[in-house]
């Protein structure tokens, strides 16, 4: 493939149209089998098909991703986009087909559609065109001559503007202290939060008629996704997630709050004053949002939480907690009794506090020790009697029981923001081995030159531009008022891309990539983070993607825009 010329790209479309069709029939198939009576998914019969449902929300994810890539060639897109598209098709295309295999064997499916696509002549050249030794080298030298840019998308002025601009801060300020902060564990300093404030980074989810860049009538998701973006490019712990908390905590109030919490709250968000954690999973129940059971007793005035939460990062910097508890004693509600309330705290920059109020109630809280992700650090919290006022319970009496609907609508975001970290730390990653490849000679000659070092760079770089592309492509999808299953989709296929990307580059690095003085090291154990926060992948897969499809198959739910 000397030019990458685009009519390769018919024999991928093809290929991929293929594969859709199977899927679509993997699909309306493993909803039968999960379907009880009424054709209502059943919990019992998705639970006995966890392996396939998996499978399934993957292939869902590598497949929409390959698409994605391929609608946004046009003829003037550059030789290295049309490289990369047909690239991570290729390897796509050879994950879905392995796991659509799996899914019919396990259903008893005729095999024969598949067996259609692996004897198809434009499988193979599409394969050897696009992932072919030749190939593979020639990627690999356009990704290292464009310094791992890759992923275009088409942006208006404003937005690349915004892009540009984040992209220099997180350059030249947030970077240079992303070694100190990380291997010296220390909290975000505030020659970095304040900077961030009067950038306006904590109000891009809060409309501008209370403070934030969001419009007051939509979203700018696609603002959020890039900015993101950029600022885990320099830093995932000390930069790159500070927006996704206020993002979620502005969502659910913009979804539930009343009138007089939304102009409290939302003004104080947009300026970061105060920080804010969100406050879900507990010790026992992990990502099983409706077996929580952090106990919200009714007392004259408000509420007494007695409990405990994990994993709550930012808690101790934080001034607002979004905490979500159980205010109706009936756990046969499961997460029909479930309310959101806002816990005020003082802020503390240690790794351990104590509050207590003058009412008796106590919160307090001690930081998880982490293998990466530092600089925000994830807290313990214990809550014995304290008390939160009326006032502070999202929606108020009509928000009680609604904390679970209040929460996802928050988590959309998060999910998008927590993609769109994974982007940033690749890009981060693939940058640093192509410097790194350039610079070590290795047997006479530089690294890069080498046709493996070619080959890992060409796939980095395609799993990069397709995870990029499919997050901004989502993002607009969002502001149109669908897409909450896609938001976990990418979720999906960004963090693990994350693992595989940073992985890769510090393999490139040797025994250099393992000191902790080398920056690689450091995106390697953040990334590792990023599948496991904002929805484990596990339960994105099974509990959103997978049933998501299904519902969809089933006429259950709308197809996607």
């Not at 009936?330 to 104590?354: C, I, M, N, Q, Y």
């Not at 929460?407 to 990653?429: D, P, Y």
Request: net charge negative; glycine share 12%; with cysteine.
């Amino acid at each position: 493939m000397q030019d990458a010329p685009l009519s390769h790209a018919a024999a991928a479309r093809h290929v991929l149209g293929a594969l859709r069709s199977a899927f679509d029939v993997a699909t309306v198939a493993l909803a039968g089998r999960c379907s009880g009576p009424g054709g209502r998914l059943s919990g019992e019969r998705l639970d006995a098909h966890q392996v396939a449902s998996f499978e399934l929300a993957w292939a869902g994810a590598e497949l929409l991703a390959a698409e994605t890539g391929l609608a946004l060639l046009h003829e003037e897109s550059s030789g290295l986009d049309v490289r990369l598209a047909l690239l991570f098709a290729s390897d796509a295309a050879a994950a879905v087909l392995a796991r659509l295999d799996a899914i019919f064997l396990d259903l008893g499916l005729e095999l024969a559609p598949l067996r259609a696509v692996r004897d198809d002549p434009r499988w193979d050249a599409l394969r050897l065109a696009a992932s072919g030794a030749e190939a593979l080298a020639a990627t690999g030298r356009a990704v290292a001559a464009a310094d791992g840019e890759v992923g275009s998308y088409p942006l208006d002025e404003a937005h690349a503007m915004a892009q540009d601009s984040f992209r220099r801060f997180s350059t030249e300020v947030v970077a240079p202290q992303a070694e100190a902060i990380h291997r010296g564990n220390l909290t975000i300093p505030e020659q970095l939060l304040q900077p961030l404030r009067e950038m306006g980074v904590f109000g891009l989810s809060v409309p501008g008629r209370f403070g934030g860049s969001a419009p007051d009538d939509g979203e700018d998701s696609l603002l959020m996704v890039l900015v993101t973006e950029a600022l885990s490019e320099g830093s995932l712990a000390a930069a790159g997630s500070l927006i996704t908390r206020p993002e979620i905590l502005a969502r659910a109030l913009m979804t539930g709050g009343t009138p007089e919490q939304q102009a409290r709250w939302l003004p104080g968000l947009a300026r970061g004053e105060p920080l804010c954690a969100i406050a879900i999973t507990e010790p026992d129940h992990g990502s099983d949002v409706a077996g929580l059971t952090l106990r919200g007793t009714r007392v004259p005035g408000g509420w007494r939480l007695r409990g405990a939460k994990t994993w709550c990062t930012f808690a101790g910097k934080a001034g607002v907690l979004m905490v979500v508890a159980r205010t109706d004693p009936d756990r046969s509600l499961g997460h029909k009794g479930l309310s959101l309330l806002l816990v005020e705290k003082p802020s503390f920059d240690g790794h351990d506090f104590v509050f207590r109020q003058e009412t008796g109630g106590t919160l307090s809280g001690r930081a998880i020790p982490t293998i990466g992700y530092r600089g925000m650090h994830s807290f313990d919290l214990s809550f014995e009697d304290f008390f939160v006022p009326d006032a502070n319970v999202v929606g108020g009496g009509a928000g009680l029981g609604q904390g679970f609907y209040f929460t996802m609508a928050g988590m959309v975001g998060g999910r998008m923001q927590t993609a769109a970290r994974a982007c940033g730390v690749m890009r981060a990653a693939l940058k640093a081995a192509i410097r790194y490849g350039e610079d070590r000679k290795v047997f006479g000659q530089a690294l890069v030159e080498y046709p493996l070092t070619l080959a890992k760079l060409a796939r980095m770089g395609a799993r990069l531009a397709a995870c990029r592309q499919l997050a901004c492509e989502v993002a607009r999808r969002v502001d149109r008022g669908d897409g909450r299953m896609e938001a976990s989709l990418v979720k999906l296929l960004a963090c693990r891309s994350a693992e595989t990307v940073t992985r890769e580059a510090l393999q490139l690095h040797g025994g250099m990539g393992y000191a902790e003085e080398t920056a690689v090291s450091r995106y390697f154990v953040d990334a590792r983070v990023l599948s496991i926060f904002e929805g484990a992948e596990e339960t994105l897969a099974l509990k959103v993607v997978a049933r998501s499809l299904m519902e969809r198959a089933l006429g259950l739910a709308p197809a996607a825009a």
